[in-house]
């Protein structure tokens, strides 16, 4: 459906201030005359339901719903498509949330938890350090470096766990 045509030239030739060069740019009057399309009846579509190509608003879809139009004044298709829009975000966002939670849970239980590989691996190298015997054969403590497993991964080789 096309605008309505507005000549704004005349309400600025009203103001002083307005420069002429910009008149250059208005859309000139149509010659033709432009007819509003009338949108044809099938027969799929009732009497009672109201077809949105009618009304002045764009009809309502999955892809163009923005939620401004209010839900009584949707049809059932359009109500259809809002719902599944609507269940579509809910679920992404549920999806996301389990899946941090996922995250959060694994973090916890490897690092965090006190029966994780890490932490029992980080006492396991206090308790040496920290005794005399073995700062008796492997030289101070703040010398004795531990690695963990290893690995072929360069990197990991090169930074010491604790």
């Not at 599944?84 to 938890?113: A, D, P």
Request: hydrophobic content about 35%; aromatic content about 10%.
């Amino acid at each position: 459906m096309s605008r309505p045509y507005v000549d704004f030239r005349k309400s600025f030739m009203k103001l002083d201030t307005f420069p002429l060069f910009h008149l250059a740019r208005l859309r000139p009057k149509p010659t033709t005359k432009s007819f509003p399309i009338t949108a044809a009846r099938h027969a799929t579509q009732g009497s009672s339901g109201t077809n949105p190509a009618s009304s002045s608003r764009k009809a309502v879809t999955v892809a163009s719903d923005d939620g401004h139009v209010r839900w009584g004044e949707l049809s059932k298709r359009e109500k259809v498509a809002r719902t599944t829009q609507q269940s579509f975000n809910f679920l992404t966002i549920l999806t996301g949330l389990v899946m941090t939670g996922g995250v959060i849970t694994f973090l916890y239980l490897e690092v965090f938890s006190s029966s994780s590989k890490t932490n029992q691996f980080n006492r396991a190298v206090d308790r040496v350090k920290s005794d005399g015997r073995c700062t008796e054969l492997l030289g101070p403590s703040k010398k004795i470096s531990a690695y963990g497993e290893p690995t072929w991964n360069k990197w990991a080789k090169a930074r010491p766990i604790a």
